[in-house]
């Protein structure tokens, strides 16, 4: 596959995208059928490989066949990752009712609840819309969580982590780390 001779990388990378896309969508859906993963998620994690090549060093010398093992290599990792992810089968630790709890631990959870919504409402990009709407109490769907934000379904699971990696790194940087061997000052 042959590539234009543009002198700005931006422009060189977006007709390799460009070329690279009926291809990708093609080989992500044959690959997609066979191990039972999402064609849109195959894509996008082959999309993501090829932005982080572009950015090391350029495109790789044979772009359709480099293509094709990327996509291969995207569908065992996803086919992996879906083996090994166990359903959550436990019973939430607090109870759902909150006369069932004291007027302290109310409290307590009140304010956890404000310090969490107002790191959520720093963060940046689209993640507060994002974790806003998974934090939602109509407990929304990906599909409708997807058509409220205007993105695709196949990338919240990669943006919600993201977002919630941000959001674990600010709330750790706010709290107070205990001593060691969980000694607190």
């Known amino acids: 596959m042959t590539l234009t001779t543009a002198a700005d990388p931006a422009t060189r990378a977006q007709d390799l995208l460009t070329a690279l896309h009926p291809l990708l969508t093609a080989e992500a859906a044959a690959e997609a059928h066979a191990s039972g993963t999402d064609p849109r998620d195959l894509e996008q994690g082959v999309w993501l490989?090829?932005?982080?090549?572009?950015?090391?060093?350029?495109?790789?010398?044979?772009?359709?066949d480099w293509l094709r093992r990327t996509v291969g290599a995207e569908a065992r990792r996803l086919r992996t990752a879906t083996q090994?992810?166990?359903?959550?089968?436990g019973q939430p630790a607090e109870p759902a009712d909150d006369t069932e709890r004291g007027p302290e631990q109310r409290a307590l959870t009140a304010d956890r609840r404000r310090a969490v919504h107002a790191a959520v409402r720093r963060l940046p990009g689209r993640c507060p819309r994002l974790v806003a709407a998974l934090l939602s109490p109509k407990d929304l769907t990906y599909r409708e969580i997807a058509g409220e934000l205007g993105m695709s379904q196949g990338s919240l699971g990669p943006e919600r982590s993201r977002c919630l990696g941000c959001l674990r790194r600010m709330l750790a940087a706010e709290v107070a780390a205990p001593e060691p061997w969980g000694k607190e000052r």
């Open 49 to 64: 490989r090829l932005l982080e090549r572009l950015d090391a060093g350029g495109p790789p010398q044979d772009t359709a």
């Open 84 to 89: 090994r992810e166990l359903p959550y089968t």
